[in-house]
């Protein structure tokens, strides 16, 4: 690639500090795998790599010569000399061939990482990769101080996500290792979950199947919808051909760590990182005689490297039909949201051709049918698209030109049936798990929120802030139209403009303004200007 292409595409941002990210792992004098691959990871990803090397390998492409083990002293200096100056925001454990660093790392995690998080002001992702075997068959721990399965369970207590292959995972759970999985895979890697208490990302890199299928069984994800807690996920991307697969996991586990200290949730962090795999095998070049390496090539900005999401527990999401929704008159510019439906009728008459009504709160059922009857009326004398908040039945019913439907709402609601009537189809999400999820359903628009704090409405996510959306933005110009929303007023929405989002949605800066109408069309004036 050439050089200025990959600055462009580099994720480093120039005003926010580079987050540190702690690789503890052996070090591949080949430079495919390990601490290697796991800096060139960190970097490429906009972090600042620190190392603490568990062992040292000779090792080319084709095979490893020897294993030399770091001592417990060497490992315990480095853990605790990088910790007085240059704490984690997030780091990645790869090969430890010991029970004694096992064991030394499960007590050292223990007794810092809790004083480390505090010191930051924030809790520091751990994301262990149990590699035992390198992807040439050499074993990667010492046959003779093997850790024990409760070593490994120890460690996995105090970890936040661990990332074992299928073998991997047999050996974890003490389970006798075939080719192919298990029948009984689910209960197995479920029952593992609870016991350890740690998410476990059961990986499909070992797998024969033509979809790579990463399993995620979640136990607790800050800033995630409660709807994926306890949970299984899969992560599904089309296998790619290729031998030059070295370094795969390392760079796997590690970009999931790099996302996370960037501040991304666990399953937004699964998705770029997967993406960024797949964005590196897709380019992955030879280096010597055996399978080489990964091409590096910044923050994976192609929708097509991002993996399908599959959902299990929700069968309405299993449809291999595609749903065909009605499709929005664009752009939707200015689009107001509202609990009144005189605050609708303002807009609507002050030229708004896009509204929704969002009734919240407890209502007597026959006042919000009149209320979702008058709204959608109101749509049609205005010749204007009035979407119906949470209601799908009665948005049915009264023929209304739109849904409005949250992730949660998603995964109830009978989507075909609001196809089938013929309505559009408006989907929220906050990151790109969300996202990638909604944007599977074929929605008519997709709202991305919550970008800046609001006291509107109470979510588990964070605010996206500016450079997320503008990362959303690249990723999905051009394939649906994108609605910010939260915390958009004139002061701020001319920086909304910059990240590629087509249109702006508003409770407050229309429901709180003491002319709704006026402030439309002066919100409207503003968004144009900035075109
Ligand atoms: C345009 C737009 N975007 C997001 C939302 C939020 O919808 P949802 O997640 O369903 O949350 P509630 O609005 O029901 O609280 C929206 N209404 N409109
Ligand atoms: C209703 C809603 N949904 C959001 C989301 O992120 O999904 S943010 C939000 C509230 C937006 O209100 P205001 O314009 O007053 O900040
Ligand atoms: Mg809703």
Not at 247 to 275: F, Q, V
Request: negative net charge; glycine residues 8%.
């Amino acid at each position: 690639m050439h050089s200025t292409q990959h600055q462009h595409l580099s994720a480093a941002s120039t005003d926010e500090p580079k987050p540190i990210v702690w690789s503890i792992a052996a070090s591949d004098s080949g430079g495919g795998a390990g601490i290697q691959a796991d800096t060139l990871t960190i970097h490429d990803l906009g972090g600042h790599p620190c190392n603490v090397v568990t062992a040292i390998t000779a090792q080319n492409s084709i095979h490893i010569s020897q294993l030399t083990t770091s001592d417990a002293a060497v490992l315990t200096a480095q853990l605790n000399c990088l910790a007085a100056d240059m704490p984690p925001k997030g780091i990645k454990i790869g090969v430890l061939t010991s029970a004694q660093q096992v064991r030394l790392l499960s007590h050292w995690l223990q007794t810092n990482l809790d004083a480390l998080a505090a010191k930051l002001g924030q809790s520091i992702p751990v994301i262990w990769d149990p590699v035992m075997l390198a992807s040439n068959g050499h074993m990667l721990t010492e046959s003779t101080a093997a850790p024990s399965t409760s070593d490994y369970l120890a460690l996995a207590k105090q970890v936040s996500l661990i990332t074992p292959n299928y073998s991997e995972f047999c050996r974890l759970t003490e389970t006798n290792h075939s080719e192919n999985m298990h029948d009984d895979w689910q209960q197995q890697l479920q029952k593992f979950v609870q016991k350890t208490g740690t998410n476990v990302l059961l990986t499909g890199g070992d797998q024969a199947s033509q979809q790579a299928v990463d399993w995620l069984y979640t136990e607790q994800i800050e800033h995630t919808s409660a709807k994926h807690l306890q949970q299984l996920i899969g992560f599904s991307s089309h296998r790619i051909a290729t031998q030059h697969n070295h370094g795969t996991g390392c760079t796997y586990s590690s970009g999931i760590a790099s996302a996370m200290a960037l501040g991304y949730p666990l399953l937004d962090a699964i998705c770029i990182a997967k993406a960024y795999v797949n964005q590196g095998l897709t380019a992955g070049y030879a280096v010597g005689q055996g399978p080489g390496v990964l091409s590096r090539n910044g923050w994976p900005q192609r929708l097509s490297d991002f993996p399908t999401i599959i959902l299990p527990a929700q069968q309405s999401l299993l449809l291999n039909e595609k749903l065909r929704f009605t499709k929005v008159q664009t752009p939707l510019q200015v689009y107001p949201v509202t609990q009144s439906v005189g605050v609708l009728e303002q807009v609507l008459a002050a030229g708004a051709l896009t509204v929704q009504l969002r009734i919240k709160g407890s209502i007597e059922p026959v006042e919000l049918e009149q209320n979702i009857k008058q709204a959608i009326d109101l749509g049609r004398q205005y010749q204007a698209q009035v979407f119906i908040n949470d209601h799908w039945q009665l948005a049915i019913k009264h023929h209304a030109f739109g849904v409005h439907l949250g992730q949660e709402d998603m995964l109830e609601a009978d989507l075909k049936q609001i196809a089938d009537a013929g309505l559009a189809l408006g989907l929220s999400s906050h990151g790109y798990f969300e996202i990638l999820l909604a944007a599977q359903r074929n929605p008519s628009y997709l709202a991305i929120g919550h970008v800046f704090p609001t006291p509107t409405k109470s979510m588990p996510s964070q605010p996206q802030g500016l450079s997320k959306l503008s990362r959303y933005g690249q990723l999905l110009q051009g394939k649906l139209p994108l609605v910010a929303i939260g915390g958009i007023n004139a002061e701020n929405m001319a920086t909304i403009k910059q990240s590629k989002i087509d249109d702006i949605a508003v409770v407050r800066a229309i429901e709180e303004a003491v002319n709704p109408g006026l402030s439309w069309q002066n919100l409207q004036h503003h968004w144009q200007q900035n075109q």
